[in-house]
């Protein structure tokens, strides 16, 4: 299975499962650990391939969100875990929202940060320039240049060096199958994005996210249980960048 680390209280009754996303790992988490493990048991996973879950059975020439998905409800159904709030990061939104579907009576609420909800001509443009220039630049350098333009300014330097280190885990051969997820990643963003969200969610965006935000402020007027709030000074990864806002927030609305 994959690789996983559980934070269980004695008296906790209620379970957080925590989804990366491509080319992070659970310390991308670090952050949210100490704020969220006195109210919950936590669940914190490495997707396939990353951080600590290499060579996971069965080998898979090409990988879809099927695959990704069954990979971690294999995980939370060994644990036992019946039900769970779901936190989830960048493309890690994606596979929480196939979940909530697929799996419906295991969602309780679902916590969307830096979330990717509609494919925006920059995401096509980035797709289909990371395919050409495969052929002629290392994987390590195409993915540094994506971070910057993700993350481009002073204060997302942390963040973009957090993800540098976690996507240096990956081989080549990794690389290039989860780059591969593209088209089935785009034909999951147009089925989810009208499709409605049954579960009440919060979207947490930082103000400086230029690539995702603006479609996540379209997805939260279309669905009526998804609630946005926008971190003022950070980037798409704003649970590192703004973690303290980002907790609070986050705690008060799984709290209720």
Not at 9 to 17: G, I, R, S
Request: net charge positive; hydrophobic share 45%; with cysteine.
């Amino acid at each position: 299975m994959l690789h996983y680390e559980l934070h269980q209280q004695a008296d906790a009754k209620e379970w957080l499962v925590f989804i990366h996303g491509a080319g992070g790992a659970i310390e991308t988490w670090n952050y949210q650990i100490q704020a969220f493990a006195p109210h919950f048991n936590l669940l914190l996973l490495d997707l396939r391939d990353h951080g600590k879950s290499k060579n996971i059975a069965p080998h898979y020439e090409s990988y879809d969100f099927d695959v990704v998905t069954r990979d971690v409800l294999e995980v939370i159904d060994n644990m036992g875990i019946k039900r769970a709030h779901f936190m989830s990061l960048s493309l890690g939104s994606v596979i929480l929202q196939r979940i909530s579907i697929e799996r419906p009576e295991l969602v309780d609420r679902m916590v969307m940060a830096g979330g990717i909800f509609k494919a925006s001509l920059k995401m096509h443009f980035f797709v289909h320039s990371a395919k050409v220039l495969n052929y002629v630049l290392p994987y390590r350098s195409l993915y540094s240049i994506f971070s910057w333009i993700v993350l481009p300014r002073k204060n997302h330097s942390f963040s973009r060096r957090v993800f540098k280190r976690q996507f240096a885990k990956l081989s080549r051969d990794e690389y290039l199958k989860w780059v591969g997820l593209y088209k089935h990643f785009f034909r999951c963003l147009r089925e989810y994005f009208y499709k409605p969200v049954e579960k009440l969610s919060l979207v947490v965006m930082g103000e400086e996210d230029h690539v995702f935000l603006g479609a996540a402020q379209k997805f939260a007027k279309v669905h009526k249980n998804v609630n946005l709030t926008i971190l003022d000074k950070c980037g798409h990864i704003c649970n590192i960048e703004n973690h303290l806002g980002f907790n609070k927030r986050a705690l008060e609305f799984l709290k209720g």
